[in-house]
């Protein structure tokens, strides 16, 4: 295990200081400088792609293809669609004036806010601590990084490789847990991005509230996967499996639970229980690629949801291995922890109902979910779900997938999270729109000074 001691208030003030010094000498503003640094950026991903794995193995199992998909691949596309577009999104956009401002010209000028805070959790530790660096040196900020105490050797690699790759007045990581975020939260920051979990995504806000810090929350909940009647039941059955088995069902936007229309619901139970088998074989928890559970407490926690409901498939687990087995579960109480929780793991509870309106009620009775999917050939059950309901994305006939393009911008509504970011959403989220009128001096319509004869006349004909 990989030791990580708390950094000190003087130690993190310091990093703090330093970078608001650095940033003040306007370096990180030049656009060949921002491309220098995401380019020296994707070169030491590219470059240390075995070392990546390797920690995310030991941290969570994941498999190479898995870490490289949803880590070191997704980072590499979006600095190559960051470093393509950059120069559109810095020019300064010019825009209309009105008629009481002829003469005029409006500009909007993204300006980077300063020194940020990037707080990252465990279940994608790599990528989630890089996709928001991306949008932060786009848009010309300095950073400092806050990996998770849960992934440790992740953590540890992502301080060597920023080290290795960057000035610490310019990007740094610093290592641990609740102190050291607690005494980050106190610090005049510019900008938080924070993804992580509902609790602590409230006591980040609270924290940047006290200095009126602007922040983007990234947070879970539970997301809900619709498969009506008339679903292609094979490709359904695919990839909600896909979806919600990736890294172990630790995904903030894995299906949480299913809700079947119940004339398809026997078959389709079958056929999501023949897919599971196809993909990881009778006994997930013997399969070297299945992802494990981050740590006991998260191990147990999932444990305790399988007494409430009568579970129809897996179920099984090795604690030593801190592996469960992909598990369909029929809940006893919608008010039970199962389902009112975010599960976080390979446990899927299974709804049933009759008309589409049911799952509507039930969806919007509850927080608004980060994510929702729905399965379906019928354009008016699409059209009714995705306008009754608030979620912050999702997909139709798919899950995931939603988040693995840059032109989607991905973030939660409500509980789910605050802000959006991927592609040029990151580079708006870590800019300041400063809006600039320039005044013509040819002419000046005197009307409007205190003095001026006729000037309410004048103000009332342009003013409507
Ligand atoms: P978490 O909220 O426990 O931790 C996130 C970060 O906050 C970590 O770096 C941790 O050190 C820090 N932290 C923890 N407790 C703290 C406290 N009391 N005070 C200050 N800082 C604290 O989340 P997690 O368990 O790492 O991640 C799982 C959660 O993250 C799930 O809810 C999941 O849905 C969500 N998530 C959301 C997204 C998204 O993009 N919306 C992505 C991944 C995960």
């Known amino acids: 295990m990989v030791q990580q001691s708390e950094h000190t208030s003087e130690s993190v003030t310091a990093a703090v200081q330093l970078q608001k010094n650095f940033f003040r000498t306007g370096q990180t503003k030049s656009i060949d400088y921002r491309k220098r640094m995401l380019q020296a950026l994707a070169d030491q991903v590219r470059k240390?792609?075995?070392?990546?794995?390797?920690?995310?193995?030991?941290?969570?199992?994941?498999?190479?293809t898995e870490a490289f998909v949803t880590e070191i691949g997704f980072l590499l596309e979006e600095i190559k669609f960051t470093l393509k577009h950059l120069d559109k999104w810095m020019k300064p956009e010019k825009v209309k004036t009105v008629k009481t401002h002829i003469g005029s010209k409006g500009i909007r000028v993204a300006e980077p806010y300063g020194v940020t805070l990037i707080i990252?959790?465990?279940?994608?530790?790599?990528?989630?601590?890089?996709?928001?660096?991306?949008?932060?040196?786009?848009?010309?900020?300095?950073?400092?990084?806050?990996?998770?105490?849960?992934?440790?050797?992740?953590s540890a690699l992502l301080s060597q490789l920023i080290q290795d790759t960057f000035d610490p007045a310019y990007v740094s990581v610093l290592e641990g847990g609740v102190q050291t975020t607690s005494i980050l939260?106190?610090?005049?920051?510019?900008?938080?991005?924070?993804?992580?979990s509902v609790p602590v995504g409230k006591i980040?806000?609270?924290?940047?509230?006290?200095?009126?810090?602007?922040?983007?929350?990234?947070?879970?909940?539970?997301?809900?996967?619709?498969?009506?009647?008339?679903?292609?039941?094979?490709?359904a059955a695919k990839r909600i499996v896909f979806g919600k088995l990736i890294n172990a069902g630790q995904t903030c936007i894995a299906p949480d639970y299913l809700?079947?229309?119940?004339?398809?619901?026997?078959?389709?139970?079958?056929?999501?229980?023949?897919?599971?088998?196809?993909?990881?074989?009778?006994?997930?928890?013997?399969?070297e690629e299945f992802t494990k559970i981050v740590n006991a407490r998260h191990f147990h926690r999932l444990k305790e949801y399988l007494s409430d409901g009568t579970v129809l498939f897996g179920g099984q687990s090795d604690e030593n291995k801190l592996k469960i087995n992909p598990t369909l579960i029929i809940p006893q109480?919608?008010?039970?922890?199962?389902?009112?929780?975010?599960?976080?793991?390979?446990?899927?509870?299974?709804?049933?109902?009759?008309?589409?309106?049911?799952?509507?009620?039930?969806?919007?009775?509850?927080?608004?979910?980060?994510?929702?999917?729905?399965?379906?050939?019928?354009?008016?059950v699409e059209k009714q779900v995705t306008e009754s309901t608030s979620f912050g994305g999702g997909c139709i006939n798919d899950t995931l997938m939603h988040i693995a393009t840059p032109y989607l911008p991905f973030g939660g509504v409500g509980e789910s999270g605050i802000g959006t970011y991927h592609g040029e959403a990151s580079f708006q989220t870590f800019s300041h729109f400063k809006s600039v009128l320039k005044q013509t001096n040819r002419f000046d319509f005197s009307f409007r000074y205190p003095n001026a004869e006729n000037g309410l006349k004048m103000m009332k004909k342009l003013m409507k």
């Open 120 to 154: 990252a959790p465990w279940n994608y530790p790599f990528q989630l601590q890089l996709a928001p660096l991306i949008g932060a040196i786009a848009a010309g900020n300095t950073a400092i990084l806050k990996p998770s105490e849960l992934t440790p050797h992740t």
């Open 204 to 235: 980040v806000m609270e924290a940047a509230a006290k200095r009126l810090i602007p922040i983007t929350l990234e947070l879970g909940g539970k997301s809900p996967c619709i498969v009506d009647k008339t679903a292609n039941m094979e490709l």
């Open 333 to 380: 109480d919608l008010s039970s922890p199962l389902m009112t929780e975010e599960i976080f793991g390979p446990i899927l509870p299974i709804l049933e109902y009759d008309h589409i309106q049911e799952v509507i009620d039930f969806i919007n009775s509850r927080p608004k979910p980060l994510a929702l999917y729905l399965f379906t050939n019928r354009d008016e």
């Open 185 to 196: 939260l106190d610090q005049p920051f510019d900008y938080i991005f924070f993804t992580g």
């Open 48 to 64: 240390n792609e075995k070392e990546i794995c390797y920690a995310l193995k030991l941290d969570l199992n994941k498999s190479e």
């Open 259 to 287: 809700f079947l229309h119940t004339k398809i619901k026997e078959t389709f139970i079958e056929e999501l229980k023949k897919v599971i088998v196809d993909f990881y074989g009778d006994n997930a928890v013997e399969n």
